[in-house]
């Protein structure tokens, strides 16, 4: 059917390019390499389209291929010498066609070292300006630059404007808002007040509430100025210290007493810090315990008691030697059998004191009429013992009593995450524990106790450069 006369003038002007189809299957074939002239491709589509392409369009194709090569040769030069550029490996021989025209020599020195000697926001402007300058398109240094499009369009446009010098200045006139001490002193007439006041239903303030709170007072401004500002203040978070307090009356008369006493401690003269551990029953124990990945230990809630021990020890302060005995229960009578004890074992020494806590089989009239009697010169000299000084604890103060810290040693190295067959066994691993300390510390002399000891008017029986280190032998 032949076409109208009007169509038929402009027919040429519609028709249906003959490779848009399939020029993206080319240019793959034209990127690897497979093949790279135009009758070999030609000849490739007519065998895999017959009839479709006739041969006199052989060079159409091979007018396409060579634009497509034009433009890729100069896009792939473009590209690598904006890549030279932001490796800092363009000299600046490279530029004196722009010079006097659109840029100063001193301003491509200034950009060059902007590229070669400082950060990326600094490098990125600077490759942006001089690669614009020598004529590559800006669609290109924002795909090298991996940056967007407009924001290429603005480091050249700020170029223009300010020059080179300003255009990688950062600073700003406008005073940070932590440094404001209009916001500061905002900040902290807040902070001085309880949070109640503000209807913010909490005893201390958190970084948001003061942040709403400072918006509502007309000064917005954000977490991270309001925590410049604490921090510039010298302000932090602290939990308050729970503080080991005494309820006798006499406490601090019965602690000078104590550091007196320990102060002029002459080398013949001993003191005792002596307290009880337990009853316990002996069974598993839990504790802390390294656990391998996917395993939980676990301790029976209710388990049959093998046993129990109560053992009562003493401390020897100026040479960390303990005595230690076990008991049926605690009372009066095991007091005097621990005294009876330690005159035995110390009585080539003058002068011994006792310091235990108020416990009330440590004040019995019992206690106080057999140190009495082993006191007599009478006593004294038929058995050799030294005499005995009592110095009593503050009541309610058993962090005084030195003690109190080998026996939680003695509990997490060999009671916690125990499970011993026995009472007997148990009873061999405390032995073994405290000849094992008694030993060490015949070898590595410390004394117990430092800090009751106050400033010493005579020498310290042992030198304080033995300190121990030790974390088991506390």
Same mark, same amino acid.
């Given at each position: 059917? @032949?076409?109208?006369?009007?169509?038929?003038?402009?027919?040429?002007?519609?028709?249906?390019?003959? &490779?848009?189809?399939?020029?993206?299957?080319?240019?793959?074939?034209?990127?690897?390499?497979?093949?790279?002239?135009?009758?070999?491709?030609?000849?490739?589509?007519?065998?895999?389209?017959?009839?479709?392409?006739?041969?006199?369009?052989?060079?159409?194709?091979?007018?396409?291929?060579?634009?497509?090569?034009?433009?890729?040769?100069?896009?792939?030069?473009?590209?690598?010498?904006?890549?030279?550029?932001?490796?800092?490996?363009?000299?600046?021989?490279?530029?004196?066609?722009?010079?006097?025209?659109? +840029?100063?020599?001193?301003?491509?020195?200034?950009?060059?070292?902007? +590229?070669?000697?400082?950060?990326?926001?600094?490098?990125?402007?600077?490759?942006?300006?001089?690669?614009?300058?020598?004529?590559?398109?800006?669609?290109?240094?924002?795909?090298?630059?991996?940056?967007?499009?407009?924001?290429?369009?603005?480091? +050249?446009?700020?170029?223009?404007?300010?020059?080179?010098?300003? &255009?990688?200045?950062?600073?700003?006139?406008?005073?940070?808002?932590?440094?404001?001490?209009?916001?500061?002193?905002?900040?902290?007439?807040?902070?001085?007040?309880?949070?109640?006041?503000?209807?913010?239903?909490?005893?201390?303030?958190?970084?948001?509430?003061?942040?709403?709170?400072?918006?509502?007072?007309?000064?917005?401004?954000?977490?991270?100025?309001?925590?410049?500002?604490?921090?510039?203040?010298?302000?932090?978070?602290?939990?308050?210290?729970?503080?080991?307090?005494?309820?006798?009356?006499?406490?601090?008369?019965?602690?000078?007493? +104590?550091?007196?006493?320990?102060?002029?401690?002459?080398?013949?003269?001993?003191?005792?810090?002596?307290?009880?551990?337990?009853?316990?029953?002996?069974?598993?124990?839990?504790?802390?315990?390294?656990?391998? @990945?996917?395993?939980?230990?676990?301790?029976?809630?209710?388990?049959?008691?093998?046993?129990?021990?109560?053992?009562?020890?003493?401390?020897?302060?100026?040479?960390?030697?303990?005595?230690?005995?076990?008991?049926?229960?605690?009372?009066?009578?095991?007091?005097?059998?621990?005294?009876?004890?330690?005159?035995?074992?110390?009585?080539?020494?003058?002068?011994?004191?006792?310091?235990?806590?108020?416990?009330?089989?440590?004040?019995?009239?019992?206690? &106080?009429?057999?140190?009495?009697?082993?006191?007599?010169?009478?006593?004294?000299?038929?058995?050799?013992?030294?005499?005995?000084?009592?110095?009593?604890? @503050?009541?309610?103060?058993?962090?005084?009593?030195?003690?109190?810290?080998?026996?939680?040693?003695?509990?997490?190295?060999?009671?916690?995450?125990?499970?011993?067959?026995?009472?007997?066994?148990?009873?061999?691993?405390?032995?073994?524990?405290?000849?094992?300390?008694?030993? &060490?510390?015949?070898?590595?002399?410390?004394?117990?106790?430092?800090?009751?000891?106050?400033?010493?008017?005579?020498?310290?029986?042992?030198?304080?450069?033995?300190?121990?280190?030790?974390?088991?032998?506390?």
């Amino acid at each position: 059917m @032949p076409l109208p006369v009007e169509q038929s003038n402009r027919w040429w002007r519609t028709r249906h390019a003959p &490779f848009v189809d399939v020029w993206p299957e080319i240019c793959g074939m034209l990127e690897s390499g497979s093949a790279r002239d135009a009758t070999v491709i030609f000849k490739d589509i007519q065998l895999r389209f017959p009839a479709q392409f006739a041969s006199g369009q052989l060079r159409t194709l091979q007018r396409k291929i060579s634009e497509w090569r034009r433009k890729t040769c100069v896009n792939d030069r473009y590209e690598l010498w904006t890549l030279r550029l932001l490796q800092g490996k363009i000299e600046e021989g490279e530029y004196r066609h722009l010079f006097d025209s659109k +840029i100063t020599q001193q301003e491509v020195s200034f950009l060059l070292d902007q +590229i070669c000697y400082r950060s990326i926001r600094y490098r990125n402007r600077a490759v942006a300006v001089l690669a614009k300058l020598n004529g590559i398109p800006i669609p290109i240094i924002a795909n090298i630059l991996q940056v967007d499009l407009k924001t290429t369009h603005g480091y +050249i446009q700020k170029f223009e404007a300010v020059g080179a010098s300003k &255009f990688v200045d950062f600073s700003r006139d406008v005073v940070k808002k932590a440094n404001s001490q209009d916001y500061i002193d905002a900040l902290f007439s807040i902070l001085h007040e309880p949070p109640s006041l503000y209807e913010v239903n909490r005893t201390r303030w958190e970084m948001e509430d003061l942040q709403h709170v400072m918006a509502r007072k007309g000064f917005s401004i954000s977490l991270a100025n309001i925590r410049q500002i604490i921090r510039n203040a010298g302000y932090k978070f602290r939990k308050a210290r729970k503080v080991l307090t005494s309820t006798d009356p006499a406490y601090r008369q019965k602690l000078e007493e +104590i550091t007196r006493t320990l102060s002029g401690l002459t080398e013949s003269q001993k003191f005792f810090s002596i307290d009880e551990f337990g009853p316990f029953a002996v069974k598993m124990q839990g504790g802390r315990a390294l656990t391998a @990945p996917g395993q939980e230990r676990v301790v029976p809630q209710w388990q049959k008691s093998k046993g129990s021990l109560t053992l009562i020890g003493a401390l020897e302060l100026s040479t960390n030697q303990i005595t230690h005995f076990y008991a049926t229960r605690k009372n009066t009578v095991e007091m005097i059998k621990l005294t009876q004890i330690l005159l035995d074992q110390y009585n080539d020494e003058s002068l011994i004191y006792l310091s235990w806590d108020a416990a009330s089989w440590h004040a019995s009239k019992a206690i &106080f009429a057999e140190v009495a009697r082993l006191n007599e010169y009478g006593y004294r000299t038929l058995h050799h013992t030294p005499s005995i000084a009592l110095v009593p604890l @503050p009541a309610s103060a058993q962090f005084l009593n030195v003690i109190e810290s080998i026996f939680s040693g003695m509990a997490r190295a060999i009671i916690h995450n125990s499970d011993y067959a026995s009472v007997e066994d148990c009873k061999a691993a405390i032995d073994r524990y405290f000849v094992e300390r008694n030993e &060490f510390f015949v070898v590595h002399p410390k004394r117990a106790g430092d800090k009751i000891w106050g400033k010493e008017r005579v020498p310290p029986v042992f030198s304080p450069s033995n300190n121990c280190k030790d974390p088991l032998y506390r």
